[in-house]
């Protein structure tokens, strides 16, 4: 619960740039936005901006033929991401932890001598929803906002916006 609870409320601005730039394929330049979102928070909802990060600066080294550093930081990607929810910040990061796999698999198989064949096709592009999402903290689903009202589609647990503000500074 304590994940979900790190996983309501919005974006920061800044990683929602870092996304844009990362399915654009600008790696570096999202691994900045992403930079500046984790100094700009605190608390564990910095793990999804690091880990998003590190993702991005995998990718960087592999379009870099840079078979250690990419391998190396892939690991330090999963070491962020592994325990958060499938979606954190309407973020699919359960999707994100699959794609990368898939990266790192694929290198893997390459090796460092064959990185350069790697297929760039195989960096897939984030998912997520602008719009603010909760977590329902009695059944677990994920719950709608419209009009400031929030509501569980699944049990019809419901919030107003306004009790809220609370959990987003
Ligand atoms: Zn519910």
């Known amino acids: 619960m304590k994940d979900q609870f ?8 800044k990683a929602i740039e870092g996304l844009r730039l990362f399915n654009e394929k600008k790696f570096f330049e999202a691994h900045e936005e992403f930079e500046s ?21 995998c ?9 250690n550093g990419a391998v190396k930081v892939y690991g330090r990607s999963m070491k962020w991401l592994k325990d958060l929810p499938d979606v954190c910040r309407g973020v699919r990061v359960g999707k994100l932890r699959e794609d990368a796999e898939a990266v790192a698999n694929e290198l893997q198989k390459l090796g460092a001598e064959r990185i350069t064949e790697f297929d760039s096709s195989l960096f897939k592009a984030a998912v997520w929803n602008e719009k603010m999402e909760w977590v329902c903290d009695r059944c677990g689903s994920i719950m709608r906002e419209k009009n400031c009202k ?10 107003d916006c306004s009790d809220l503000n609370i959990y987003f500074d």
């Open 59 to 67: 990718y960087l080294h592999i379009t870099r033929q840079n078979y």
């Open 37 to 57: 979102a984790w100094r700009a928070e605190k608390g564990e909802i910095r793990n999804l901006y690091q880990g998003i990060l590190q993702v991005a600066v």
């Open 150 to 159: 929030v509501t569980c589609p699944n049990c019809g647990n419901r919030f």
């Open 6 to 13: 790190i996983c309501q409320g919005a974006l920061h601005p």
